[in-house]
């Protein structure tokens, strides 16, 4: 549904839009650190063609993407935002729902790395390469589209009431897996000096 909506999308900081809610700002907090990920995988796929794969580099980029993506982020917007989304909109509060795109997004961007791993394992340096810029590409225009389209909706749409128990789930996987992220985001500080 939204794939016309964004044909070509450039991250740029100063054009996110604001949120009001502290649940939506912790997860584009996350999304944040994300980029800062992807940012690195794009300099070394286009590094890659003149040197050997680097594996430790792209394991920990792919540990990344499954457990602070998938299992933390991605986990926390389907099991939570999103059920709450759907409830929303099935009310009538919103008219446009973009969840179902998301999700296929999500699903998407689990088969590319399915083809990255694949490819460093197979050291294809071809089928690594494709499927890191595909996860790039995709991920970049996802994250747009809920900072500056679903999130925003979401921020006007949910009740306060909804938000706070939202927030109160979010702080309990936070909490739950404070040290994993701890580590994640200072890898991903890291990536951003490289
Ligand atoms: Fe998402
Ligand atoms: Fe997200």
Do not use: W
Request: glycine share 4%.
């Amino acid at each position: 549904m939204l794939r016309g909506i964004v044909g070509f999308v450039k991250r740029n900081e100063g054009e996110r839009m604001k949120l009001n809610s502290k649940t939506l700002k912790i997860l584009s907090r996350e999304h944040e650190n994300i980029l800062k990920v992807i940012d690195a995988l794009e300099l070394e796929i286009e590094q890659l063609k003149n040197k050997d794969i680097d594996t430790i580099f792209f394991k920990k980029v792919i540990d990344f993407i499954r457990n602070y993506v998938d299992k933390f982020h991605h986990a926390k917007e389907e099991d939570i935002l999103f059920k709450e989304f759907n409830k929303c909109a099935e009310e009538g509060c919103i008219h446009c729902n973009p969840v179902e795109q998301m999700l296929f997004e999500h699903d998407e961007g689990r088969k590319s790395v399915k083809m990255m791993e694949l490819g460093m394992d197979e050291r294809e340096k071809n089928k690594l390469i494709e499927g890191a810029r595909n996860y790039i590409q995709l991920i970049r225009e996802h994250i747009y589209k809920e900072d500056n389209i679903l999130y925003p909706m979401a921020d006007e749409a949910l009740s306060e009431d909804v938000q706070k128990t939202m927030l109160e789930k979010f702080n309990k996987i936070n909490f739950a897996k404070k040290k994993q992220v701890e580590g994640f985001e200072k890898f991903a500080n890291e990536m951003s000096e490289k």
